[in-house]
């Protein structure tokens, strides 16, 4: 079970007031209940059920997690259901009902959610109020019954978490055995691809397994040079000694004494500041006893650089006289600082290259040549392949408007693609100043500040990295990635997401300015309508779709009435703010997934996706009704526009492809006949034309 989920927002005061009233019902029923039997057949049974479908929640809890929904008030949801669960403890049998052992799930949820002196505080008190169940059923307490449900629900109710805590203290000794790596990574294996480096080694977590590895490595081979010291010289145990600058002391990082978690022989009390002078001073300190060397220390250092000391003992001696043993440790410490030295080197040589190799791997999907939807969403994949972030997110941003646009997503983003990015929002901010930024603890961020814009629902983000794409010194975009949890993405991974930006820059400017110069090519430059070429693409599209589906596709034919009186009267320029008054009239009042397009002179045509005659006609009059109700103001004069529409669609009204626009075009022409600022379908033409012509017959 995890508690990081988003906390979930209930009515003001319940917790107040719930919890307190049920347990006020539930006391007040026990000295109600006082004298009931209760060996009735069906209360045994209803808490036989109410402890299974307890212990059946508790399972699911442990094995899928606590719904977010519920875990934020999970303390309190529990504190709210004991209360009935006493009265049918109660009711049932007090101590002996089914459903006094329902208390231990109970217990349980609450040490995980309070911890574990809360939860052993709630079993005592569940104890306690079953006694006082005992006493109102039975008139006195049961205590041998009281002391089995307590052992049971104390079991259950605390037993996970007292072993969760040992398995945690087991990995915290682990780890600190750990400790002593030095921080080399080692050499991975190769991948399946071939390649000995993949996106995911440059997160954190794959950093920290490869730091592990190769220190324990560096220290299997300091052990063995150690052995070797102490071998040579006769010695109980060399061991040597890491030096902390900051703090200005020294631990024990490797030991000759074999299979042992520390140094087996070393007298602190009496040595450790012989190590510690050792090292301040660099010089070499020999202990003598009664003639014979005991002990040696030796500072660990080349070329200005101290890394620590070296120290040699031997109970009963070394068998060198001391003059010998200090010259001897002085050696061996200028081998270990070399050793020391060429571990480094390496290191930094083989971190060098592997995060050239794991970026390179990383980039291979970021191709100019790319789809612009295959590209983008490779950018965010890769984002997350190389960060712990759980979400990601690219912006375009256009800095002369100040304006930016959610370009794509990670699959769960809950901002949606196209989402417009508000001028207050923390992206647009940071757009602005054009250099990454890092927020650890992104929750109280996040509550006070829009992420990306107006509208954005209200979510928990524990750390968020923004990492602004520049180009010529001018920013284009950014690449957002969030964390659930507080310090979710490190120092580290926020700039391999700022490399991957510089690396894609290339990539998405090319792509961005095909998409512009594509979207120009199917755009009309005076209302910002699709143009005659794309509606053409987008008819024939649909109307396959429609012939291999068997769905319908509906065409709408919008003409202005009267424009060229407009023209004439007030002038061309009135004509076009006509004109681009209506189109977003037209735009504002259909789908997203509809496709409104100028055809030609003041002629607009609207298609839509899986729509029949009929409502395509109730979508007509709707915009007619719109259109007529916001009249055009130009130079501070309003013009009253109205709009004539003809309806039709495929197959109903029309039997071939080639003739949907043509029945369109009829219905339009009818409309206009009838006096114009109507609507006309042509199925209603088609049974006009067959009644005139039965009229005629006759």
Not at 469 to 475: A, C, G, Q
Request: proline share 4%; with cysteine.
């Amino acid at each position: 079970m995890s508690s990081s989920d988003h906390p979930v927002t209930h009515p003001p005061g319940w917790r107040r007031a719930a919890v307190p009233a049920a347990w006020l019902v539930a006391l007040v029923s026990l000295i109600a209940l006082r004298g009931l039997q209760t060996d009735a057949v069906w209360l045994q049974w209803a808490a036989a059920v109410v402890a299974l479908a307890a212990y059946a929640l508790a399972g699911r809890a442990l094995v899928a997690g606590v719904p977010a929904a519920f875990r934020h008030d999970l303390t309190h949801l529990l504190a709210l259901a004991a209360a009935p669960l006493l009265i049918l403890v109660a009711a049932s049998g007090g101590s002996a009902s089914p459903a006094s052992v329902a208390a231990g799930p109970i217990v349980l949820g609450i040490a995980w959610r309070s911890g574990f002196t809360r939860g052993a505080a709630t079993a005592a008190a569940a104890v306690v109020l079953l006694g006082l169940a005992d006493v109102v059923v039975h008139g006195v307490a049961d205590v041998p019954g009281l002391l089995a449900v307590g052992a049971a629900i104390g079991a259950v109710g605390l037993g996970p978490l007292w072993h969760g805590r040992r398995v945690a203290v087991a990995g915290l000794q682990a780890k600190r055995r750990l400790a002593r790596v030095e921080g080399y990574m080692a050499e991975r294996r190769m991948t399946p691809h071939g390649s000995r480096a993949i996106a995911s080694d440059l997160r954190r977590d794959a950093q920290d397994v490869q730091q592990h590895a190769e220190g324990l490595a560096y220290l299997g081979d300091l052990d063995r040079f150690l052995r070797d010291v102490r071998d040579g010289l006769g010695g109980d145990e060399a061991i040597l000694w890491k030096w902390n600058e900051s703090r200005g002391t020294q631990v024990p990082l490797a030991w000759s004494t074999e299979n042992a978690d520390a140094p087996a022989h070393f007298q602190y009390e009496e040595w450790a500041p012989l190590v510690k002078w050792s090292a301040e001073s660099g010089k070499v300190h020999c202990l003598t006893r009664e003639g014979l060397v005991r002990f040696v220390a030796a500072s660990v250092e080349r070329n200005g650089r101290l890394y620590g000391a070296l120290s040699l003992s031997a109970a009963e001696g070394l068998g060198l006289p001391g003059e010998q043993a200090r010259d001897w440790l002085g050696r061996h410490a200028a081998h270990a600082a070399l050793l020391g030295e060429l571990f480094e080197m390496r290191r930094e040589y083989g971190k060098l290259s592997r995060y050239q190799a794991a970026l390179n791997h990383a980039t291979q999907k970021i191709r100019p040549s790319a789809a612009p939807a295959e590209l983008k969403r490779a950018i965010c994949d890769t984002a997350l392949e190389i960060t712990s972030g759980q979400r990601a997110a690219l912006i375009r941003w256009q800095p002369r408007e100040d304006a930016g646009l959610v370009e794509a997503t990670s699959k769960g983003h809950p901002v949606r693609e196209q989402f417009t990015i508000s001028g207050d929002a923390l992206v647009a901010a940071q757009c602005r100043v054009g250099t990454p930024m890092l927020k650890g603890d992104a929750k109280q961020v996040a509550r006070r500040h829009a992420v990306y814009g107006s509208g954005e629902a209200k979510r928990d983000i524990g750390c968020i990295a923004i990492a602004p794409l520049t180009r010529d010194s001018e920013v284009f975009g950014a690449l957002v990635v969030e964390a659930d949890a507080a310090e979710g993405i490190s120092v580290g991974e926020l700039k391999n997401l700022n490399l991957l930006g510089i690396i894609a820059v290339t990539a998405l400017q090319v792509s961005w300015e095909i998409q512009e110069v594509s979207r120009r090519a199917r755009t009309d430059p005076l209302t910002g309508l699709g143009n005659r070429r794309h509606f053409d693409e987008e008819l024939a599209r649909l109307l396959e779709g429609s012939d291999r589906f068997g769905n319908s596709t509906a065409l709408i034919v919008a003409d202005i009435d009267h424009f060229k009186a407009i023209n004439d009267r007030l002038g061309h320029d009135a004509g076009d703010a006509v004109l681009k008054h209506v189109a977003q009239v037209l735009t504002e009042g259909v789908r997203a997934i509809d496709l409104c397009a100028r055809y030609g002179g003041e002629e607009i045509v609207v298609l839509l996706p899986q729509t029949t005659v009929a409502g395509a006609a109730e979508v007509a009059e709707r915009l007619r009704r719109a259109v007529e109700s916001r009249p055009t103001t130009f130079r501070g004069q309003s013009i009253p526009v109205t709009c004539s529409f003809g309806v039709s669609a495929f197959p109903q009204c029309a039997a071939r492809r080639d003739g949907l626009f043509g029945a369109a075009d009829r219905a339009l022409y009818a409309a206009k006949s009838a006096g114009r600022n109507r609507v006309k379908s042509a199925s209603e033409i088609h049974v006009l034309r067959h009644v005139e012509r039965e009229q005629e017959l006759r």
